[in-house]
C-alpha cells in the first residue's frame, strides 16, 4: 500500500510563505499525477494544484495563481508546494495525493486519485 506523507505545514503571518513537501512511500508514485487540495473549517476540500508525472504540466486554481508553484522531484520521490503571499484564507489543512497518470478528468476532480496522505495544517493569521 504506497503512502504519501505532508510535512512543512505551520503558523505564518499573512504575506509569508511556507513550502511544503509529500513524500512517497514507494516508487511506484513516480509515475503517478499528483495534486494538492486543501480544507478549510467548515469547507468543502478544493483543489490547489496538479502536476503530471513527469513534471511537464502543472495547473492552478484561480485562488492560488500567481503565488503557489507546485513541482516535484522523482528522484527523491517528492512532490513540494510553494506557497507565497499567504493570505487568511489559505488557512486549511492541506493534503497531496496521486493518481494513475492513464486516468482521465482534470487534476481537480478529487474523486479520480487514488492515494491521499493525511494531511498538514497552514494557518495564516492576519
Known amino acids: 500500500q504506497a503512502q504519501l506523507v505532508e510535512s512543512g505545514g505551520g503558523l505564518v503571518q499573512a504575506g509569508g510563505s511556507l513550502r511544503l513537501s509529500c513524500a512517497a512511500s514507494?516508487?511506484?508514485?513516480?509515475?503517478?499525477?499528483m495534486g494538492w487540495f486543501r480544507q478549510a473549517p467548515g469547507k468543502e476540500r478544493e483543489f490547489v494544484s496538479g502536476i503530471n508525472w513527469r513534471g511537464a504540466t502543472t495547473t492552478y486554481s484561480d485562488s492560488v495563481k500567481g503565488r503557489f508553484t507546485i513541482s516535484r522531484d522523482n528522484a527523491k520521490k517528492a512532490v513540494y508546494l510553494q506557497m507565497n503571499s499567504l493570505n487568511t484564507e489559505d488557512t486549511a489543512v492541506y493534503y497531496c495525493?496521486?493518481?494513475?497518470?492513464?486516468?482521465?478528468?482534470?487534476?481537480?476532480?478529487?474523486?479520480?486519485?487514488?492515494?491521499w496522505g493525511q494531511g498538514t495544517q497552514v494557518t495564516v493569521s492576519s
Open positions: 514507494t516508487p511506484t508514485l513516480l509515475t503517478y499525477d
Open positions: 495525493a496521486a493518481r494513475d497518470r492513464y486516468k482521465s478528468g482534470t487534476y481537480g476532480a478529487a474523486l479520480t486519485y487514488d492515494y
